[in-house]
């Protein structure tokens, strides 16, 4: 049996992360949204509560699961305004105003979700972190991992493991500088993620935002 941590790693963070995706809704058309802006709320409130008594009760497998679930939901809403966001573009339909404040929102919420993905998968997720008291693998390689174990202890570090503003951090630098800066990615797995929300990122910035401004 695992013994169990002194260091518990907040999940307060990651939960007002997914708060603030849903609440991004309502900077949103209802012409580009999946449904009404508080909708998504309402869907994310009601997974965070069984998802935050299931890691009260300890069950920790079932508080991944739904974790995974919620973050999945959000991801999915976000991929699905973004669609109806660039098919609305020829038409001319949205005004510049709704075209940028959308673009805006998708672009802090795609920050949002994969820093809830990074955090949520990397090394085993927050539990597995936890459990192993000091992070020293994973998809990332934090600048404290190339620290030595004495340099580590001289900074109060020796028990280092990554939070959820970390993981924020890296999703932020992923989605202004198009790819990682402090932190190198070794997963094939995080590597594909990183793409993905490059490309959405590009996507919002580039030709979203571009576009909106080309037509004020």
């Given at each position: 049996m695992a013994k169990?941590?002194?260091?518990?790693?907040?999940?307060?963070?990651?939960?007002?992360?997914?708060?603030?995706?849903s609440a991004l809704q309502l900077a949103i058309p209802k012409s580009l949204a999946v449904g009404?802006?508080?909708?998504?709320?309402?869907?994310?409130?009601?997974?965070?509560?069984?998802?935050?008594?299931?890691?009260?009760?300890?069950?920790?497998?079932?508080?991944q699961i739904l974790g995974h679930i919620v973050t999945a939901i959000v991801t999915a809403d976000m991929v699905w305004s973004l669609g109806l966001l660039v098919r609305a573009l020829p038409s001319h339909k949205e005004s510049p105003q709704?075209?940028?404040?959308?673009?805006?929102?998708?672009?802090v919420t795609n920050i949002l979700v994969f820093?809830?993905?990074y955090w949520?998968?990397?090394?085993?997720?927050?539990?597995?972190?936890?459990?192993?008291?000091?992070?020293?693998?994973?998809?990332?390689?934090f600048p404290q991992m190339t620290l030595s174990k004495e340099v580590r202890k001289s900074m109060g570090e020796d028990c280092w493991s990554p939070g959820f503003v970390d993981y924020l951090f890296l999703s932020f630098s992923a989605s202004t500088a198009f790819s990682p800066t402090d932190s190198p990615v070794l997963t094939k797995w995080a590597k594909v993620l990183m793409m993905i929300q490059a490309l959405i990122?590009?996507?919002?910035?580039a030709l979203l935002a571009a576009r909106g401004i080309n037509i004020l």
């Open positions: 169990q941590p002194e260091r518990f790693e907040p999940r307060w963070p990651a939960i007002l992360a997914l708060l603030a995706v009404p802006a508080w909708a998504l709320m309402i869907v994310v409130v009601i997974l965070l509560i069984p998802t935050i008594w299931a890691r009260k009760m300890g069950q920790h497998s079932l508080n709704d075209l940028l404040r959308s673009a805006a929102a998708l672009w820093a809830s993905w949520r998968l990397d090394a085993g997720g927050p539990r597995a972190r936890e459990l192993r008291g000091v992070h020293t693998e994973g998809a990332f390689l990122s590009f996507a919002t910035v």
